[in-house]
Structure formats: C-alpha cells, structure tokens
C-alpha cells in the first residue's frame, strides 16, 4: 500500500557532521512538508514544496539547513554542519494539491553528540 | 504569530467515558481544521477534517466542532476504549484559498484510555 517512506530510521553522529535525511513521497503526490518533533517544541514546520519547488523553508535555521527535491520521487534535508540541539525526528509528509490530507512517514530519529 | 494551544498534555478516563480534547487557536483565520493520532514512534495519521463553514463533523466514535468565534475546535470520542490510547494534534492551515497549504500543528494531548 501506498506509504511515505524516510530513510534512515535512526541516526546517531558527532557535533560537526554531515547529516542527509530522505523521504521517498507518496507516487503522484506534488506537495510535501518537512517537520521536525521535539518534547519542548512540538511538530515544527521547516519546509513546504510543490510540484518539487520551495514555497517556504523559513522554519529552517538556512546557515545550515537546506532542503532539495532533486525530482519528484525524492526530498532531501540535509544539516551540515549538524550540532547537539539539532536531536529530534525529522518527519516527512506528502499530499496532494487539491486534497487536504497529509500522509507522514515514519520519522528519522536523529542524535547529535 | 501564530498560536495553536490543545487543552493539556494528558488526558487519563476511563474506558467507555466520553473524551473531550480543546484546541485554541490565534492569530489565524484557517478555512479548515485537521485532527490527527500519533502513537509511539510513528508519525501522526490523518483522522477528520472540518472547515470553517462547518460546525460539526462525525466519523465513526470521532467528533469534531469548530467553533470560528471563539477560535476553538473540540474533539470528541466517544465510548472510549484503550486501543485509542495515543496523542491528539489538531492543525491548521495558514493559507486561504490553497488546499493543503502549511500546515501547522499543535503540540498534542496524550490520552490514557484506562480499562
């Protein structure tokens, strides 16, 4: 059955690395969110896309976030370079123009040491 | 900015009872509301939505109002079992006139369906 599916599940990195997190949407889905879950903060909204183009990522710290969709059966968020508070899950959903419902993934649990 | 407030952070009644969840918004005109469960290491799945032209919208045990003039939104379940154990996020979107706009999201209420 159709389903958001992220990659990796679980991350575990040092204060200073790389981190690339990617979601494979939902086929025929033209519009897809980032989030990011923290117990303090709740579900963040960091970046909104639409048929592959930006709409807006202002919820992204942008000195080291950035987030892609290289095409439409890819998203990317990557942290470079990746600090301790950036420890949360990062959650991608898709829908589609026109329906209401979003469709989120399983989350890509990330720990920053 | 933007403020989405959801009653408490847990909820504990008894199996059977009646649940009731309150979402408070600010600042926001949204044409329509979205409630969604979230369960342990899961990401949150889509129950109900309501527009803003309407006042009550059922599914199943699920109700949801959404009352535009007190900026507030109530979900309800009804005879309650502990299989609907989870936290509640209710959402709004922040751009009318575009379906499935941003969407943002209350922090959640945690029910505890007790036998």
């Known amino acids: 059955d159709a389903r958001v599916t992220q990659t990796p599940r679980h991350k575990v990195t040092e204060m200073g690395q790389e981190v690339t997190m990617r979601c494979q949407p939902i086929?025929?889905?033209?519009?897809v969110f980032w989030y990011r879950q923290t117990m303090m903060q709740g579900l963040e909204l960091l970046a909104y896309f639409r048929n592959r183009a930006p709409l807006d990522d202002s919820g992204m710290p942008k000195d080291r976030f950035s987030a892609e969709m290289p095409d439409a059966t890819l998203a990317t968020l990557k942290i470079q370079p990746s600090e301790p508070r950036d420890s949360a899950v990062y959650f991608c959903?898709?829908?589609?123009?026109?329906?209401?419902?979003?469709?989120f993934g399983q989350g890509t649990r990330l720990t920053v040491v | 900015s933007q403020k989405i407030e959801q009653n408490s952070e847990a909820l504990n009644i008894q199996e059977g009872k009646t649940a009731t969840l309150t979402c408070n918004y600010t600042n926001y005109s949204p044409a329509y509301l979205q409630w969604y469960r979230q369960d342990p290491g899961r990401g949150p799945v889509f129950l109900l939505l309501i527009r803003e032209n309407e006042k009550e919208k059922r599914k199943e045990r699920l109700k949801v109002t959404f009352d535009t003039t007190l900026k507030q939104s109530l979900f309800h379940i009804t005879a309650s079992q502990p299989a609907d154990s989870a936290t509640y996020l209710c959402a709004l979107e922040s751009d009318r006139g575009s379906t499935l706009g941003r969407l943002y999201f209350g922090r959640g209420t945690q029910l505890t369906v007790w036998p």
């Open positions: 959903a898709s829908g589609h123009h026109g329906n209401t419902e979003a469709f």
């Open positions: 086929l025929g889905h033209n519009t």
